[in-house]
């Protein structure tokens, strides 16, 4: 549905005055563009959620973990008639689970909260209701940017001033496999002109061989942690920089700061934190260990905090990546919105399940392309 801004803008009372009058919110009526209010009640936020069981297509093998399913929250929020949908994922190293974010989800109460559009401070409240919660916050604060976008008919790309064609290329993650398998997902990464290989498991130097036997696309690597000896961890950066390789991500355990700080300095190539940096206070924690930061909407709380992110880590001179979850295309289309804020993107989460509920981003010469229409843009299928 389509309100105009005008008509909004007076219904939540930010201008104009009296204009509400008669029952219920039951009595508002839609069409045409225009909204008939006789109800003598704003209505609030109505949440809802449940549970959702992300299928991978591949088994998902990292250097420390595997699996074959993610746990996720689909997440509504309503107001007039107007949806907006989110989304929380759990991969198990975030400590969220169906049982903590259902609790976290079920303690708040949107229906105080009036008008959609005060994002700030329905956020704030959420931020305070409990410490940690990150997805769960984050899946009330993509619903809420969602419905905030719908009812103002805008992307949110829009609300935050931001020019979509600034995306940079996005990149296909390949994990860690036998060279067939490897072979068959850099088959399935035709439409992208980067590739991200996972590393840390023993068979980095096949790993990478085997890509560049059916590639000559630039690579990035993610080693998820996976090595712990700093010399070798140097003389991967020198090799990988001749096979083409323009970042390494979280090297090494996020607890071994000095030796990521001695790499940093020494690698001819950009190290970049993941799961080091969870938020903000990470980022600034960390500013000179790393040279950049891998943000996501799943570990800072949502859009917010990551579009805060993005810019305070450009301010501070760091290399800025937008990330994902394996998560369906709610999410992963609203990460997509920060793009234009970001040196590299990674947002194939969407494209390594088998269930996804939504229909969103699309990659076009391998940019990510966001679908036409307000809010994230997403359609349920
Ligand atoms: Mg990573």
């Not at 000559?216 to 010399?231: F, H």
């Not at 700061?257 to 924690?285: F, M």
Request: charge should be neutral; hydrophobic fraction near 40%; proline fraction near 5%.
């Amino acid at each position: 549905m389509k309100i105009n801004k005008r008509e909004f803008l007076k219904y939540t009372g930010i201008i104009g005055t009296g204009l509400i009058t008669g029952k219920s919110m039951t009595s508002c009526t839609e069409g045409s563009g225009k909204k008939k209010i006789t109800g003598n009640k704003k209505p609030g936020l109505i949440l809802r959620f449940k549970p959702y069981t992300l299928q991978l297509k591949h088994s998902f093998n990292l250097a420390i973990s595997s699996r074959t399913t993610t746990p996720a929250i689909l997440t509504e929020i309503e107001w007039d008639g107007i949806t907006g949908y989110g989304e929380a994922s759990m991969p198990p190293y975030l400590g969220e689970s169906i049982e903590s974010v259902s609790k976290f989800l079920s303690s708040l109460d949107l229906q105080q909260f009036k008008n959609p559009l005060l994002i700030e401070d329905i956020l704030d409240y959420v931020e305070h209701s409990a410490p940690g919660n990150s997805a769960a916050k984050a899946s009330v604060d993509i619903a809420l940017h969602d419905l905030a976008g719908k009812i103002l008919d805008e992307p949110i790309y829009t609300l935050l001033g931001l020019n979509p064609e600034k995306a940079p290329d996005t990149s296909f993650t390949i994990g860690i496999d036998t060279p067939e398998i490897v072979k068959q997902k850099v088959l399935e990464a035709e439409p992208y002109k980067i590739l991200k290989v996972k590393l840390g498991g023993g068979n980095d130097r096949e790993m990478i061989d085997t890509v560049r036997e059916m590639t000559g696309k630039p690579l990035c690597v993610d080693i998820n942690q996976g090595w712990k000896d700093r010399n070798y961890a140097l003389e991967m950066a020198h090799w990988l920089n001749e096979k083409g390789v323009v970042f390494l991500e979280q090297p090494m355990p996020k607890e071994m700061v000095d030796d990521i700080a001695w790499l940093k300095e020494k690698s001819p190539i950009p190290v970049i934190g993941d799961e080091a940096i969870q938020n903000l206070s990470d980022l600034l924690k960390y500013k000179d260990v790393y040279s950049g930061v891998n943000v996501k909407l799943m570990k800072c709380g949502g859009i917010r905090a990551a579009y805060i992110m993005l810019k305070t880590a450009r301010t501070l001179g760091l290399k800025t990546m937008i990330g994902c979850m394996t998560e369906t295309s709610c999410a992963v289309t609203a990460a997509a919105h920060l793009c234009p804020l970001t040196y590299w993107c990674d947002l194939d989460g969407n494209l390594l399940i088998s269930n996804d509920p939504f229909e969103g981003i699309k990659i076009v010469e391998g940019k990510v392309t966001l679908p036409n229409g307000a809010g994230i843009g997403i359609r349920k299928i």
